[in-house]
């Protein structure tokens, strides 16, 4: 290992909103290299001009920010307000790394590790398919391998322009996979593939590990579906090694992959793998992280809930377990409302904040009450699961007049409701108001004149008030009402009854 020190790096292509696998990866390099005091390295593969965007890339930077994964080199600072980032093998953007590019691939030819490939896609498709109906192999076929001289002007003369292939050794491939333990593939499974287009521009089998191997990378931590590429990488290192770019080839281990419903892979296109789509809903990140470091990795038998730093004292790339992992929803909000539970009371009030205003909250600005925010806010902390679900269980705080669920009012006003809410009237009427306990002695007793359980006695007070059946505990959410308003409330749904 290069310096005897970890370098790690997380590289994605900015091609669309970040989804959960993709955190995963980030989680897990981030907290090998921390965890090993090592170096972790943040490289934006931007070279696919056609489905990379600046607003993507603008999108992963901000991603990685709210997930807090610092890191050590990578295209600008990781905290954006100290300007640009940078480290001993700057660029991070493989756009702006063309020349080099350029220049491995013509030492790859000159040293005969790789060669120009005149075929055509019908060419190729032919060959393909008649490999297939003779029960062959079906990749590259080595057509162009050994060209000669009269055969390539032949081809130029006919005004093709090739592509770059690398030349595979005729050899098995054995590696170690940090996950997976050994892993053999034969020469045969693995034929020559492309590095360059025929426009010139580089693809991902090139830059990829010249880049890793450039940034003397160690440990390439990445998911299962590209388990495929490692052994032409590994050739391809070795190749770099002898042309004295490479140090030495990294080692790999491929995480688990994520499946989604139905034990299909989780896809970029399911909504629940969109990483916008937890912020929006407010996942605290610490959340988020905690959930999916469950996917192929666990702290103990018994402990779900912990620390990022917890997470980085224990991880090691060895735990992580091959088996596919299930991502499963429920657990994941579940997790995410013990990390809400978990914050100090100030921390809970400041992290709701977004959801307090426009665009997430219906009241107006001015009327929304801090003092009242405050005194209902430890009881909203223990019932949520994501954040943004304090707007509707606060609303009825800073509206004129509760919003009214069809449903909750249908299931709340029975025949009888109004009887019970003359009497529940009255007698808070007469509480006191400065006792939550007071209050619901006043629906008690108001239910129990009505033969009514204090259940079925707090639903109609409940729904007169807030306008749902389910919500923040009740006899607190009056008294933080007020008197005056809570009357009204009354009065007006018994108006409506
Ligand atoms: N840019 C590649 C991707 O996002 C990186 C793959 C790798 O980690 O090697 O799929
Ligand atoms: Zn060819």
């Known amino acids: 290992m290069a310096n005897g ?102 030492k790859l030819l000159d040293a005969g590790r790789a060669y120009h490939c005149y075929c055509s896609t019908p060419e190729l498709d032919a060959r393909r398919d008649a490999a297939r109906a003779a029960g062959r192999p079906s ?16 081809y130029e ?22 996950v997976r333990g050994e892993i053999t593939y034969l020469a045969e499974n693995v034929p020559d593939y492309g590095i360059v287009r ?26 299962e579906d590209l388990l495929s ?23 790999f281990g491929h995480l688990p992959y994520v499946m989604g419903e139905g034990n299909k892979k989780l896809s970029k296109r399911d909504p629940e793998s969109s990483l916008n789509l937890y912020r929006q809903r407010g996942f605290l990140p610490e959340g988020l992280l905690n959930y999916l470091s469950l996917l192929g990795w666990s702290l103990s038998a018994d402990r779900d809930i912990f620390s990022i ?25 579940a997790i995410n409302a013990d990390h809400i539970r978990l914050l100090d009371v100030k921390e809970f009030t400041e992290r709701c904040a977004p959801w307090l205003k426009a665009p997430f909250a219906p009241w107006a600005p001015e009327d929304f009450d801090e003092a009242k925010w405050q005194a209902i806010a430890p009881h909203a902390q223990t019932r949520l699961k994501v954040l943004s679900e304090i707007t509707d269980n606060v609303d009825f705080l800073f509206l004129a007049e509760p919003v009214f669920d069809e449903a909750s009012w249908t299931k709340a006003m029975k ?42 006695a707090q639903a109609p007070v409940r729904v007169a008030v807030t306008g749902r059946t389910i919500g923040l505990p009740l006899f607190e959410s009056l008294e933080i009402l007020g008197r005056e308003r809570t009357l009204a409330r009354v009065d007006a749904a018994l108006a409506k009854l």
Request: glycine content about 8%; some cysteine; hydrophobic content about 35%.
């Open 5 to 106: 020190s970890v370098r790690v790096r997380f590289c994605p292509s900015p091609t669309g909103n970040p989804h959960v696998g993709l955190v995963r990866t980030a989680l897990f390099n981030w907290a090998y290299a921390r965890h090993t005091g090592g170096t972790f390295v943040f490289r934006i593969e931007d070279t696919d001009a056609a489905r990379d965007s600046e607003e993507s890339y603008d999108q992963l930077l901000d991603s990685m920010r709210w997930l807090g994964f610092d890191w050590d080199e990578g295209p600008a600072a990781f905290d954006s307000a100290s300007g640009a980032g940078g480290g001993p093998h700057a660029p991070y953007r493989q756009s702006q790394r063309m020349d080099i590019y350029k220049d491995v691939a013509q």
């Open 139 to 154: 990749g590259y076929d080595g057509h162009c391998r050994d060209l000669t001289a009269e055969q390539t002007e032949a």
């Open 157 to 178: 003369a006919e005004g093709r322009t090739p592509i770059v292939r690398f030349r595979m050794p005729d050899e098995t491939i054995t590696f170690t996979d940090l």
């Open 198 to 223: 025929a426009n010139g521009a580089p693809l991902y089998t090139l830059v990829n590990p010249v880049d890793d191997a450039l940034m003397e990378i160690t440990h390439v931590l990445r998911g």
């Open 229 to 251: 590429s490692t052994p032409r990488q590994i050739a391809l290192y070795q190749a770099l090694t002898e042309l004295g770019i490479a140090k030495e080839t990294p080692a």
């Open 309 to 333: 730093e917890e997470m980085v004292a224990a991880f090691d790339i060895a735990d992580v377990n091959p088996n596919p992992a299930r991502f499963d929803l429920k657990k994941c909000e």
């Open 415 to 456: 025949e009888g409701s109004d009887a019970l809410l003359r009497t529940a009237r009255e007698k808070l009427d007469a509480a006191d108001w400065t006792s939550a306990e007071s209050l619901k002695e006043a629906v008690l007793a108001a239910g129990e004149e009505h033969g009514l359980k204090l259940g079925k």
